[in-house]
């Protein structure tokens, strides 16, 4: 079992940027495949990107493609999500995850989930 805390989030103008920290407890943390979602208000929860467990693969939805990067670091325990250019339609609750799959895109495919870091965009 591991348990998920984010930090980070915040308040930022249009183009600006943000990291995300998502920090875990647990040993075996370098064992789950880690991603990133958000939820805006009066939306559904959507993908945002993820990251395998070696940080050899990663994906990231076509809306944040080129803005946002995900990493990891196995010896801190920590995945992070690096935003840049940030867009006003970026403001939404951000959730870190942690999936036992090799791979995961969708947020069935996810167990742990931290409780959330709000990043807002004013424009």
């Known amino acids: 079992q591991v348990q998920l805390v984010e930090s980070g989030g915040g308040l930022v103008q249009a183009g600006g940027s943000l990291r995300l920290s998502c920090a875990a407890s647990?040993?075996?943390?370098?064992?789950?495949?880690m991603g990133w979602f958000r939820q805006a208000p009066g939306k559904e929860r959507e993908f945002v990107a993820a990251i395998n467990w070696s940080g050899g693969v990663t994906n990231a939805a076509d809306s944040v493609k080129g803005r946002f990067t995900i990493s990891r670091d196995n010896a801190k325990n920590t995945v992070y999500l690096q935003m840049n250019s940030l867009k006003p339609e970026d403001t939404a609750v951000y959730y870190c995850?942690?999936?036992?799959?090799?791979?995961?895109?969708?947020?069935?495919?996810?167990?742990?989930w931290g409780q959330g870091t709000q990043v807002t965009v004013s424009s």
């Open positions: 647990g040993r075996t943390f370098s064992s789950y495949t």
């Open positions: 995850a942690a999936s036992e799959r090799a791979y995961g895109l969708r947020t069935a495919e996810y167990t742990y």
